[in-house]
């Protein structure tokens, strides 16, 4: 067997140098330029997120307008409606020492106790009224039924324009109330509820000193919760009852629901941490009213729980969970957005995916040829 000259080796190893390392170079490129281009992507995937960030706090801010201006409204209102019950129980005071009085009705009655008010007065037929002034109450008490009554209308008014309101009453701490809308059986039941005396509770001096309206849960005509806007209503130092609005809470649930974005859902607390609107409903573990944390499922009021730990006004991310928090100015309330943050990111890699991926084939192919067609060169 004859062997190979080792000068004819020579030139071998020489052709075998070059091309290993043209291969070498060329493979080198191809992973920069993917390295370049999948990191061009997640800076476009960051970038892209981060202005999804912007949009959805953006979307949160009206979102919290939105509820603000509903409550601020309520308190305007409430505010319009004590005014008014001020002035009329001043007028009929002066009344009743001055005019003569005509009955509303042939026996004097409406709902089943006596009453005498002003000629004109607008009483719906929708209204009821229960109890009784106390014994010895006086003129002050027969001026303030009298106001009372006379407050039906603008309670009329109120329920048919503003959707958030379910209800109104007047409760007056002389025993008696009035209702609108409510039949009389209604209006007796609320009477012996522990209602009346709750929301003469949180409107008394001593109770309420800075008398200012009062949001309130209770319990409904069918056992259901409620909450109530409580307002004081005085003249001079002397207590005389309080004007109760009723707060829709499935418009309310509805209106924050109602939150135009697709990932994730708005919750609403109160500021004694009582849960107030969520858009699911179904999966709630306790009425609205209780304690968000007994109410809502676990990882929800876990996730509201961490709420504190970041920035007013600002979408942050806690653990794969985006949250966003805004105390509203109108009402002692707390709105919180939560998301999950990995189905935002997988809509944005689903969207810009099918580009990265041409990207990377395009350069894989232009790699092959141009090595398929410069390897034999060197």
Known sequence: MSKTPESSKAPAIGRIGPARRYSLVMGLAYVILLAASVGFFLFQIDTREKAEWEVLASGLKEHGLILDALASD?????????DDAVAGYLAALKAAEDEQREVLSDTGEFGGMPVSVTAGADVPSTAAISGAPIEGAGRPAQAELIAAVRLLGEFRYLVSLLPAIRGAAYVSQFGFSVLLPATQTEADAFQQSPQPADMLGAGEPHGNPERLGR????EGRAGEPTLHLVVPVDVSDR??????LEIDLQYLNRVNGDFDYPVGRTVIVTAEGALLAYPEAGRLQAPVGSDYAQALPPDVAAAVGRSGEIPIRHVSDVDGTLLYFEALEAAPWTMIYLGDRWTILADLISDRGPEMLALVAVLTVMLLIAGGLTSREF
């Open 74 to 82: 309520v308190v305007t209102r409430s505010q319009e409606v004590r």
């Open 239 to 244: 207590f005389l009852g309080v004007i109760a």
């Open 215 to 218: 949001w309130l849960f209770g």
